[in-house]
């Protein structure tokens, strides 16, 4: 298996614009989680799913924040309107429901907002 | 509330000597820990995890930890450090099925 694919792997955009960023689990996970790594808080829970179901949503930071998984096979994360204290790499990861505790991570999409 | 303590920011060791990076968790029931390491410009791979048994459990690289209920710690540990170690390492608890939290995380220089 390819493992958990994210995609752009660098982002950079202006204040004001939209950002979305792309993840695709390992095929039969029925958990994907995406992640914010910064130097200040280091590595945040934003939001997971389950079976395409959003659960928790708790650490999503405000309402510019939005998360989808339409199928098994993709989910996105979107900032509109994106700004500066955006920036910091936003990490995808899946697990699978007999061993939910075990995430396998993406390489990550490293977003800087100008 | 739980919470993962990684009290080492930076550690430097000499290639071949011992490492052993310290972590402390609080949580009120049996925990679920993980130790996972993040080289430069990659996501975060699992070197280890406890969830129960054996309190000294062994996993990839060379790498081992255990798990001390009593000091409420999952330390880290490897004989013999390798330059390919050099990455960052991140100790975490399992506060339900699904939710993780992490700790700070070590970042390990190897000294040649």
């Known amino acids: 298996d390819a493992g958990v694919i994210q995609s752009p792997r660098h982002e950079v955009t202006e204040m004001g614009q939209e950002v979305t960023l792309r993840c695709k689990p390992i095929?039969?996970?029925?958990?994907l989680f995406w992640y914010r790594q910064t130097m200040m808080r280091g590595l945040e829970l934003l939001i997971y799913?389950?079976?395409?179901?959003?659960?928790?949503d708790s650490g999503m930071p405000e309402d510019r924040f939005s998360a989808k998984m339409p199928n098994a096979s993709f989910s996105t994360l979107k900032i509109q309107p994106s700004e500066p204290r955006d920036s910091a790499v936003y990490f995808c990861?899946?697990?699978?429901?007999?061993?939910?505790?075990?995430?396998?991570f993406g390489a990550g999409t490293r977003l800087s907002v100008l | 509330a739980q919470s993962v303590t990684q009290p080492d920011i930076h550690i430097t060791v000499s290639e071949g000597a011992s490492l052993e990076l310290r972590c402390n968790y609080s949580?009120?029931?049996?925990?679920?820990l993980f130790w996972y390491v993040q080289s430069p410009g990659q996501g975060l791979q699992l070197l280890l995890k406890?969830?129960?048994?054996?309190?000294l459990v062994q996993g990839i690289k060379g790498f081992e930890a255990e798990f001390k209920r009593s000091q409420s710690s999952f330390n880290l540990r490897k004989p013999s450090v390798h330059w390919s170690d050099a990455a960052e390492y991140f100790c975490a608890v399992a506060t339900s099925a699904s939710k993780i939290i992490f700790g700070s995380g070590t970042r390990l220089s190897i000294r040649p």
């Open positions: 949580y009120g029931a049996t925990p679920y």
């Open positions: 406890y969830f129960s048994g054996d309190t």
């Open positions: 095929s039969g996970h029925d958990y």
């Open positions: 990861a899946s697990s699978l429901g007999d061993r939910v505790n075990i995430q396998y």
């Open positions: 799913f389950n079976n395409n179901v959003p659960i928790d």
